[in-house]
């Protein structure tokens, strides 16, 4: 670089030197490198295995899409997958364990009981993995036995052709207005993590005599949250307790349907682990890496799971953003069978 002057003015003439430093900046700015690269001795392992066994609760075409998008990054790993519902993934992974085998290397579970007792009995192990920094305290565990993928945050979906937003309840204590007396009211008969969050949020004293309240109001008894938001859609009832993102993803698909959160909002999570004596380590590592990644997390986020990596927000940012939350926390998780026995009798649940 030299300086040239002209009418009393001075200025600089770039040299090929000085335009290739700015052309690397700029291109760093454009494309930054990734937040990590896999551990060479990871990947040296995970050649040497050249299998993964993931076992997950996640849909299957979506379960696919992942273990094909790893097998793209690392070809290889023969990644496969195995789909079950959260009690079923468990009560093969104790089947298993009972009768010494572990076929597996990483599970994807999202019942918080079932994720503290892996690791409570040791079936479970901890891997620090480098992407955990970019999650928050209350969704990964302190030992790092478990870090939270995903959130299912439950809220209030409303039909909007039978409620408008400004009149929607905005809070726990709205549903029990008399206006929502009267099968107005969807209650999913097996959601008992709502009566965990209040507990742990109000005590159990008040949760119980609120949601005994809300039984007064004599609501809508269904299962399910995806089938109950297609009720909500064409006008069975004004009003839902449901996942404010399965609410979202009818809206999107142009049902009359939104939502808003009551606080605090209860969340549980998929939370991802890796088996203590996983037959793949190297390769369950990179996988648990690959999921916590941005690449992971945009994936998921294309899923319409509402992510939770910093800087990967779901669509819209509200559904994780915005609000005072309680996180179903594993390690203050209760016993799963006496908390739905307790939530059906309140609501009278057959």
């Not at 993964?52 to 990644?79: C, G, H, N």
């Not at 949250?225 to 979202?248: C, K």
Request: aromatic content about 10%; charged content about 25%; hydrophobic content about 40%.
């Amino acid at each position: 670089m030299r300086a040239a002057g002209d009418s009393g003015m001075k200025y600089f003439v770039a040299t090929p030197c000085l335009i290739l430093i700015a052309a690397l900046c700029a291109a760093v700015l454009l494309f930054p490198p990734p937040a990590h690269s896999a551990d060479p001795k990871l990947i040296e392992g995970a050649k040497k295995e050249g299998e993964l066994a993931w076992w997950s609760t996640i849909a299957q075409d979506q379960s696919q899409k992942l273990v094909d998008e790893f097998m793209k990054r690392y070809p290889f790993v023969k990644a496969s997958y195995w789909r079950s519902g959260s009690v079923g993934l468990h009560q093969k992974i104790m089947l298993e364990a009972r009768a010494g085998k572990v076929n597996w290397d990483v599970v994807s579970q999202t019942t918080p009981e079932f994720i503290y007792e892996l690791k409570q009995k040791k079936l479970s192990t901890a891997y620090d993995s480098p992407e955990r920094r970019f999650f928050s305290a209350d969704l990964k565990d302190k030992d790092a036995y478990w870090t939270g993928t995903y959130a299912l945050p439950t809220g209030l979906g409303f039909n909007t052709q039978q409620v408008k937003m400004e009149d929607a309840p905005k809070s726990y204590n709205d549903l029990l207005d008399p206006r929502w007396k009267g099968g107005k009211i969807s209650v999913d008969d097996e959601n008992y993590e709502l009566l965990i969050g209040l507990v742990q949020a109000w005590g159990k004293q008040r949760a119980v005599e609120y949601l005994k309240a809300l039984a007064a109001q004599a609501p809508a008894i269904a299962r399910g949250a995806t089938q109950r938001t297609q009720m909500l859609g064409v006008g069975e009832f004004p009003l839902a307790i449901s996942y404010t993102h399965t609410v979202e993803w009818s809206k999107s698909q142009g049902q009359p349907v939104d939502w808003v959160n009551l606080e605090p909002v209860v969340i549980k999570f998929d939370g991802i682990q890796l088996a203590a004596k996983a037959p793949h380590p190297n390769a369950g590592k990179l996988f648990i890496d690959f999921v916590l990644s941005r690449d992971g997390q945009e994936l998921l986020k294309s899923f319409r799971r509402v992510t939770l990596r910093e800087g990967v927000e779901p669509d819209p940012p509200r559904l994780i953003k915005g609000f005072k939350r309680l996180v179903l926390h594993p390690d203050r998780s209760q016993n799963a069978e006496e908390g739905l026995k307790l939530y059906r009798q309140i609501f009278g649940a057959s």
